[in-house]
Every structure is written in C-alpha cells, then in structure tokens.
C-alpha cells in the first residue's frame, strides 16, 4: 500500500481537492486497496475548519462529498506513516523540508513536479485568487501524473 499526504498551508483549499480528486481516481482504476490517501496543512491558521466552499463547490460537481473532513497540521508522525507527502506549491515543499524530521522516511515533493512542462511551479492558492476552476484544472493533472507514477506494480 502506497500511502500518500497532500499538504497545502491551510488544508482548506488546494489539498483537500486533491485528496478527494486522486481518492476518486484510484477507486476508478479499482485500485483503492492500493492506496491509503488524505491531506494536512502546514500551517495552523485553519485548524479544525471544513474545506472552503470554492473547492466544495468543485467537488461536488463531480459527485464528490467533503463530509467531515476538517483541517489539520501535518505532525512529525505523518513524516514516518507516509510514504509521499506532497506539497501543493514549492513554499509547501521548503516547509515540509525544514518540519520533516532529519530521519524521517517519507519523500518530500512538488505537486506538480510529475507534470514535465510545469514541474518547477506550483498550484496557486485559490483563497487568495479566487480561481478554483485553474487549481481544478491543475490537479486533475497531477492526479493522472501522481497516480502513474505510484501505481504499485502488478
């Protein structure tokens, strides 16, 4: 099982809609027994809070429900008890690097950094923006990416 954490740095937004946008992928490509899939913060501003409602409005679009998910920070464990974690954009990833503990065993990575053409940036951040359309857009496209690249072999 291939255990992955996306981090945004509220957990309301960016991360939230990919947790739910590569859980629904996985269980499309039957290979939901394959992954163990959620998402984390690296910031507090929003701890406990539900997913905001830009990225609930995308996911149900797309028949997908955010029941109960709320916002938490990503822990020291999380840096042991996942194989990924997975920065939404690259001041994500700096932070993750200088949180991870110096023995921890999960690899740190851009979001994007499994799209050849966009792999030096990052998904911007829709509460600031407003544009939940692109960080959809975006994440569909890393969720193709991600998934190839982690689908256990067969």
């Known amino acids: 099982m291939v255990k992955v954490l996306f981090i945004c740095l509220g957990n309301i937004c960016r991360s939230p809609m990919a947790e739910f946008i590569f859980r629904d992928y996985v269980a499309r490509h039957g290979a939901q027994d394959d992954f163990e899939i959620a998402s984390a913060a690296t910031s507090n501003w929003e701890h406990g809070n539900p997913v905001h409602s830009g990225t609930v ?15 938490r920070p990503v822990t020291r464990n999380d840096f042991y008890d996942y194989d990924w974690i997975i920065g939404m954009d690259l001041n994500n990833v700096t932070d993750l690097k200088q949180i991870a503990p110096c023995d921890a065993t999960a690899k740190v990575a851009s979001f994007l950094s499994v799209v050849p053409e966009l792999a030096n940036t990052g998904v911007p951040d829709p509460y600031y923006s407003g544009n939940f359309k692109q960080t959809y857009e975006l994440v569909q496209l890393g969720t193709v990416a991600w998934f190839e690249k982690l689908q256990p072999e067969n």
């Not at 409005?57 to 916002?71: E, H, P, R, V």
């Open 57 to 71: 409005k995308i996911l149900k679009s797309l028949g997908l429900k955010t029941d109960n998910k709320t916002s």
